[in-house]
């Protein structure tokens, strides 16, 4: 046996090292649960009312050190350690080493705890005290005095809420009792809204009023808001809530309530009071989001371009040879002319939708010789012109063309016009003489001919000897973009404003590349296609909602006629009325841009059914679920309240926030650990959990929220209006925070003009020491010139004694300063 | 004098049942329980005519009731005010008015006659469901009554000579004439009484 037991000993070594090695860390999950009967008389339920923790222990023995601390206490911060927090559902996860241990603590409980063994699920029962509901301690006052409360918003929804006590012998069987609260703007005092007000009657009274009305309770306008409940002598309290839609998002709204008793005779109570203060809670004011804008695709939404029918002309000019219907030999631009009128007339002609409508030809002869055969020469002319166009265009063609031929002779007149343009002032004065004299124009040509700048005149005369041609035709087709282009840019020149058909600013979309431009010519095509075809457009209509959403713009009425709130699906094809043509309802590129839109709106409730409407992809998930969250769906929907908790840091706080549990508020406490110190959100959120802590957070409260204020002073505004903080924690801090900064102000102008005092000073004495150097300096210099001098005159005497040597002075430098 | 009496009270229910009665803003029916245990059957109308008043206009009658020879009939028109303002609810105070014919015989004399009386009621109305009331009613009032009383023994009338003598000249017998005229005024309760009520409308 003895032989053995040194090995024996060497194992329980060996497994003892082991153990004590192999530390490795677990994830535990687990679900702690009320042993005992909750509120609702249910046991084994999680805990609802209070904040769960779940200490991580690394060892066993640091776990059993640290229970009673734990046991004593309530809250978290009791033991330098990590912790865990139940959720609403009671569960919870955490890293642990599978050989330490976790203590289970929920308020005033003895805490319990567990060794970890290696197991990944603990599940605990704990013994929850008999929970009492939040007492109110209300002492009973004899009159009518509820006590304004700060309401909740979300969006443009707000959630006012109250209780009225009614005290004993205010009410009775004969009276009735009506309630009227209405919605204030913080901003101007305005009434906003009626809420609905709640009537209470009293037996009596419910049956006399009944009588009253006929027996027919519709005589009586306030027959639908009679509670079930009746009016007595005895105290009452009636609980009130109601959601109101609120116009301006931006701004505070408060709640006031009339109440009125009267009886058979007489109102015997009428009074106004605050019941919601203008101090609102906004959980998801700081939640983050981005939107997720999509375009359509604008190949799936092309408008087909429609042909329309355009006026177009081309014109030629071809000059003539002196008294001959053949052009004009010497100048190459005929042929050329000539050839690209016949081509371009073979082109119209063969051109589908094309069809030539007039032609327009005007032959002219120079005025030089007579009249009569300048007048026979243009003839010729215009019929050489009309030969050559006949002749290539086939005859249904001509037969539908309306020509007018023209000829005419160019009078003197042009002749002098055309010296004049050329600076010959002169010559052009004298031919107008000339034809002043006459009006022959035989006469004049013969005068002209005799005057001495004839051969001046005659350069002039082969322009006058031309035929002009123009055509008209009309082109049944689309324009190309670069047409498009052309138009607009024209346009964009001229600044006068044309319209286009859809597909041209189709085209224009894809080209435009300036934002703004193309916001303006997306709201062009919108309102067109309306008036065009009674309906938008849904590529504009979508594009100038993206264009609007990406400069903090909205209206949602853009993209509203492209949705059908009956239908809970996107993408759906439908068939028009012709059978034939199909549209689409609900594209979820549409619904995603409303949903965005409603957002930007701040109308929470619309944006939540355009998130129904959008399918559960992966893309979708996010906004829907930011959608949803601001809607207030997040209570109910686990789903949606992870998926936006997830998101980013600063929303698992808002999200943890706006539970408004004390688990949420431990759980906010921790994830705001995680949050960028260098953002003044970040000590906003802060300040919102430790005053929610009660008189113990007062001064962290106050501490995150001078941090917050001094990173950006618009939170102090914020703040003054916010329902989440004590209303006079805040005013204190602000006083404060002004008067640290009011002091630090003073503190640093003091150290700056000592500063400049100091400066100043130091300024002062260089300049002494400068002076002092300067007088140093010159007093130098006269002694070196006088040294100069003495040496040029001991050098003259040199020179005429060379043999004495003259004296060396020196001055030293060491002086100079 | 009677058929004086009849005419205005027939006017005044007239006037009660259309004139004022067609601006009613509720109709009751109502009946008197005190009335039935004398085996007097009885029914009226009551109209509210305006916040605080109503009307009512009611008959009853009887006939040898508890083998008593008593037979009546009678009108018993009555305006009231509601006190708190909505009427026929709590406390009211009414005037009315009586009309009745009558003739009972008793210990050997027989009284026929007719009455026509002025009181004052006042009463509560309790509410027991919204279309039902039970009314506490109690008054009193100057009653003026004018009577025939005749007594007779061994079956026969006996009246006074002058009669018997007419009689014996004209060879008629007019049984009106036996017997004295009596008349006068009567302080007396008026309009006691335990109502159910139905309301209409």
Not at chain 2, 96 to 111: K, L, Q, S, V
Request: hydrophobic letters at 40%; glycine letters at 6%; aromatic letters at 10%.
């Amino acid at each position: 046996m003895k032989r053995y037991s040194w090995i024996l000993l060497l194992l329980a070594f060996a497994l003892c090292g082991q153990d004590a090695v192999a530390q490795r860390m677990t994830t535990v999950q687990g679900r702690v649960v009320n042993s005992k009967k909750n509120k609702a008389g249910k046991a084994m339920m999680p805990f609802t009312d209070e904040a769960v923790f779940v200490y991580i222990f690394n060892t066993i023995a640091d776990a059993q050190d640290n229970l009673s601390k734990i046991d004593g206490a309530q809250g978290a911060a009791v033991v330098e350690c990590n912790f865990a927090v139940c959720d609403q559902s009671g569960n919870y996860e955490c890293q642990v080493p599978d050989n330490g241990a976790l203590i289970f603590k929920v308020g005033m409980a003895p805490a319990k705890l567990e060794k970890v063994d290696g197991r990944n699920i603990i599940n605990m029962a704990l013994e929850g005290e008999i929970m009492l509901a939040n007492i109110d301690v209300v002492a009973y006052v004899q009159e009518i005095q509820p006590k304004p409360k700060a309401a909740e918003r979300i969006g443009n929804k707000f959630f006012p809420y109250n209780t009225f006590p009614i005290p004993p012998h205010n009410g009775r069987p004969n009276a009735r009792l009506i309630i009227q609260p209405f919605i204030i703007d913080c901003t101007n005092d305005d009434t906003v809204n009626y809420c609905k007000p709640i009537v209470l009657d009293g037996q009596d009274y419910h049956d006399t009023q009944y009588r009253l009305m006929g027996f027919n309770w519709k005589h009586d306008p306030l027959y639908p808001y009679i509670q079930r409940r009746r009016l007595t002598a005895e105290r009452m309290s009636i609980d009130w809530a109601d959601t109101i839609t609120i116009p301006h998002p931006d701004r505070n709204y408060s709640c006031y309530a009339t109440i009125q008793m009267e009886d058979f005779t007489s109102i015997f109570f009428k009074k106004d009071f605050q019941i919601v203060t203008c101090h609102n809670r906004q959980p998801m004011r700081f939640l983050e989001y981005k939107f997720d804008m999509r375009p359509l695709d604008p190949y799936k939404y092309k408008e087909v371009a429609k042909r329309e029918k355009r006026n177009t002309s081309a014109a030629i000019q071809l000059t003539f040879e002196v008294g001959k219907a053949t052009l004009d030999p010497n100048n190459p631009e005929n042929e050329q002319n000539i050839a690209a009128l016949q081509n371009k007339l073979k082109e119209l002609a063969a051109g589908e939708g094309v069809s030539i409508k007039e032609f327009h030809i005007t032959g002219t002869a120079s005025p030089e010789g007579i009249y009569k055969s300048n007048i026979d020469l243009a003839k010729k002319r215009v019929d050489f012109v009309q030969q050559q166009i006949t002749s290539i265009l086939p005859k249904y063609v001509l037969a539908r063309v309306y020509q007018n031929p023209q000829a005419i002779v160019n009078g003197w007149a042009k002749v002098a016009d055309a010296m004049e343009a050329d600076e010959q002032e002169e010559i052009a004065e004298k031919i107008r003489g000339v034809i002043k004299n006459t009006k022959n124009m035989d006469i004049q040509g013969a005068t002209i001919a005799k005057m001495e700048e004839y051969p001046e005149i005659q350069k002039y005369l082969p322009v006058l000897r031309s035929v002009k041609y123009d055509c008209k035709y009309e082109i049944f087709r689309e324009l190309s973009p670069e047409e498009i282009w052309a138009r607009y840019t024209e346009e964009q020149q001229t600044g006068v404003e044309r319209k286009y058909a859809l597909y041209e600013y189709w085209n224009l979309f894809m080209l435009e590349k300036d934002s703004v431009k193309l916001e303006k010519l997306y709201k062009r095509a919108y309102d067109e296609s309306i008036e065009l075809n009674g309906q938008p457009w849904i590529l504009a209509a979508n594009n100038l909602a993206i264009s609007y959403l990406k400069r903090d713009t909205c209206d949602v009425t853009l993209l509203e006629p492209f949705i059908d709130r009956r239908m809970k699906h996107v993408n759906m094809v439908r068939k028009n009325i012709d059978g034939f043509t199909t549209r689409t309802i609900n594209p979820e590129e549409v619904v995603n841009n409303q949903l965005c839109m409603y957002i930007k709106a701040y109308d929470f409730d619309n944006a939540s059914v355009m998130a129904q409407i959008l399918p559960n992809t992966p893309e979708n998930q996010l906004m829907k679920a930011f959608a949803l969250c601001l809607g207030g769906y997040y209570k109910s929907d686990k789903q949606v309240f992870e998926t936006v908790k997830n998101s980013s840091p600063v929303n698992e706080v808002v999200m943890d926030l706006a539970l408004d549990t004390k688990a949420g508020n431990a759980m906010a406490a921790k994830a705001a650990q995680k949050l960028d110190p260098e953002s003044p959100v970040t000590w906003y959120l802060k300040a919102i959990i430790a005053n929610r802590g009660g008189d113990m957070g007062y001064i962290d409260a106050t501490q995150n929220l001078k941090k917050c204020f001094s990173m950006d002073e618009k939170y102090i505004k914020i703040a003054e209006t916010d329902g989440d903080l004590d209303e006079d924690m805040v005013a204190s801090t602000i006083d404060e925070y002004l008067e640290e900064k009011k002091m630090t102000a003073e503190l640093n102008a003091q150290m700056e003009e000592q500063r400049k005092a100091e400066e100043a000073e130091a300024a002062k004495k260089a300049a002494e020491e400068a002076a002092a150097a300067a007088e140093l300096e010159a007093a130098q210099k006269a002694l070196e010139e006088e040294a100069a001098k003495k040496k040029a005159a001991e050098e003259a005497a040199a020179k005429k004694a060379p043999a004495r040597k003259a004296p060396v002075k020196r001055t030293t430098t060491a002086k100079k300063k | 004098m009677i058929c004086i009496n009849k005419r205005l009270l027939t006017a005044l229910m007239m006037i009660v049942l259309f004139g004022i009665g067609a601006k009613a803003q509720l109709l009751a029916v109502k009946t008197n329980a005190l009335y039935w245990a004398g085996l007097s059957p009885n029914a009226s109308i009551e109209m509210v005519t305006k916040s605080r008043i109503s009307v009512e206009v009611g008959a009853f009658g009887n006939n040898k009731p508890y083998g008593y020879d008593l037979k009546m009939t009678g009108f018993q028109p009555q305006v009231k005010y509601w006190f708190n303002g909505r009427p026929m609810t709590r406390e009211f105070v009414g005037l009315g008015i009586i009309g009745a014919t009558y003739h009972w015989d008793e210990h050997g004399i027989n009284h026929k006659g007719d009455a026509l009386g002025l009181g004052l009621t006042f009463g509560y109305a309790l509410k027991i469901t919204p279309r039902i009331n039970v009314e506490f009613t109690a008054g009193a009032g100057q009653i003026y009554f004018h009577e025939l009383r005749k007594t007779y023994d061994d079956d026969k009338w006996t009246t006074n000579p002058d009669v018997e003598k007419a009689e014996t000249l004209t060879g008629m017998v007019d049984e009106d004439k036996y017997g004295d005229h009596y008349q006068g005024w009567n302080f007396m309760p008026f309009n006691l009484g335990v109502h159910f009520v139905y309301i209409l409308k």
